[in-house]
C-alpha cells in the first residue's frame, strides 16, 4: 500500500487505492499549496507505478504561431520557417524536438524582433503590453511581471524579474533606449528565453522527485492542458483555476475540457491530434496527377480537410462513440465532394475507411496504394507498427512480375512483389487489408473495375479473418481488442509529448478501461484526470 506525503494511510478509490499528496511549487498566492488525490492503477505491487516525466520540451512551429496569436494577437506565422519533425507519429514529441541549430536559433531572434515591432506599433496590442504609464522602473516591474507570467505561463520568481528589470534598466542606461523602447528590449529577451520557447516543469527537489511521484502544480496542469487540446499556451481562465489551485480539482479540470474543446480553439485539437494520428495530415503535400483524375483540384483537397474535420468533429463534441468510427455515416452534403460519393452503392461508404482524405492520403499519385492503406490501418488503428527493416532495397510495385503481370491489376502486382524476401514479411500482413479497400481509387472514387476494364476483387484478410467488404473489414477492426485500447496509448503519447514507456502499460490501461470507447472527449477527461498526467516523476539518472 502506498501512503500520502505526510505519512498516512491512503484512502480507498475506484480503479484503486488513492493517495493524498502535496504538490510542490504549489501558487505562490495561495498561502500554502492543496492536496491532490492520487488514484493509481490497481496492481500487484504500487511501488512500481511511475508516471514519468515531461522532459524539457520545445514548442513545436504551430504551437508557436498558435501561442504567440494568442500571447500578442499577431496574424503572423514566423513558426513556418522553423524546422519541423515528428517521432512516433506526432510532432509534439521532445525527441523531434531536441536539436536546435543555428539557424532555428537565428529564426527565433528575428521572429522575436518581428513581432514585438508589430505589437509595439499597433495601439491595441501595445495597450495589453504597456499596463502603466509611467516611465520609471516600478511600471516597468508591473509591465515586465504581467507579460512574463503569460509568457513563461507561471508566475516569475523575484530572482527572474529583478534579472528582466535589469535588463531594463541596462537599456535606458546604457543603450539609450526610452521607457518603451526598454519594455519592448525586455519583451525581446523574454520571447527568445527558454521559459517561452520550452515547456519546462521543474522540480524543487530532485532529489525526492526521483524517488516519488510529485502531483503538478497548477501553473504546470494548466500548461499541460492547453498545449495538448490547444496547441497553445493558457488562456485567462485556466491562468485563474491555476492561481487559486481549483485546476487541481478533478472536475474542475474536466469542465475545462468540455470547456475548451467547445472553444473555437478547440478545433486545433482535430487537426493536433486526429490528422496526425490518422496520417491525413500527409495529404496537404500529396501529388495527385491530372492525368489520371482529371476532376482533382485544390479546392477539392480544401473540402476533403474540411470533411475529415467534420467527420472527426462528431466524436469530439458531437457525441458519437469510438465504437461508431468505422461504421458512422458520412456527410456527402459537400458539393466539391459531391463527384467523390456520387456513384456509391447504398450503404457501401461509411465511416473513417470511406472518408475520402484517407484514401487520397494514403494513395500515390496515379494510383492506390494498399500497402500504405494496410499501413494506417494497423498502424493507427490498432496500434500495431511494422518497421520496413534497415538497409532494405524495395523494389518498384510497377516493375513487379514484369511483363508477365497485367498493370492494371495491383493484386497481382503486390503477390509478384512478395517474391522478394524483403518484401514478404511487411507486405504479407499489410497487402491483404489495404486489398479490400480497392473498390475506392486513389481520390476515393467508387468504382467496380479499374481503367482497362479489369473487375476489381475487393476481398482480403486480416490476420486469420477474411472479408470481402469494407463493412466486414470494419467489422472485424472494431471487434479487436487492440482497436478499442489505441486511442488512449496514442492521446497519452501526445500530451506527454513522448513515446509510450513500459511503465506506463498500467495507466494506459486504468484510461481505457475507464473510457470505455466513448467520445474522444470523454478520453480526453479520462487523460487529464489520471495520474499519468497529473503526476511526474524523474528518472534516477536525474540523481
Known sequence: MQQDANGGSPVNGAGGSSVVVNPSGGNANSGGAPVVVANPPPVT???TLNPGYIPASRINSAEYNNTVADLLGTTQRPGEFFLAATVTGFDTNAAALSDVSASDVQAYFDAAKALVDEAFADPVAKARIMICATADATCARQIIEAFGAKAWRRPLTTDEGDKLLARYTEATTMLGKDHEAAVAHVIRIMLTSAPFLYLIETDPDNQQAAVANRALNGYELASRLSYTIWGSMPDDALFAAAADNTLLDNTV????VDRMLSDPKGGRFLERFFNQWLQIRELAGHQVDPMHYPGWSED??????????????KFVTGGLSWSQFLSADLDTTNTTLAPIYANDPPGFRSGFL???AFLTARSVPTRTAPTFRGKTVLDALLCTTIEVPPNVMIPQLEVAGGAAVDP???????????MSPDCAACHASLDPI??????????????????????????????TQAFTTPTQLAQILSADPHY??????????????RTLRMEDGPYVDQISMAWNSGTIADLVKMLVTNDVFRFRRLPQSAL
Open 45 to 47: 505491487d504500487p511501488t
Open 253 to 256: 479540470l474536466g469542465a475545462q
Open 300 to 313: 477539392m483537397r480544401a473540402a476533403m480537410f474540411a470533411d475529415a474535420a467534420n467527420f472527426f468533429g
Open 354 to 356: 470511406g472518408l475520402p
Open 408 to 418: 492494371n491489376n495491383i493484386r497481382q502486382k503486390l503477390e509478384a512483389h512478395r
Open 434 to 463: 489495404g486489398l479490400g479497400l480497392e473498390n475506392y481509387d486513389a481520390i476515393g472514387h467508387y468504382r467496380t473495375a479499374y481503367e482497362s476494364g479489369l473487375a476489381i476483387d475487393s476481398s482480403g484478410q486480416i490476420g
Open 484 to 497: 478499442a485500447g489505441c486511442p488512449s496509448k496514442k492521446l497519452v503519447s501526445l500530451s506527454l509529448r
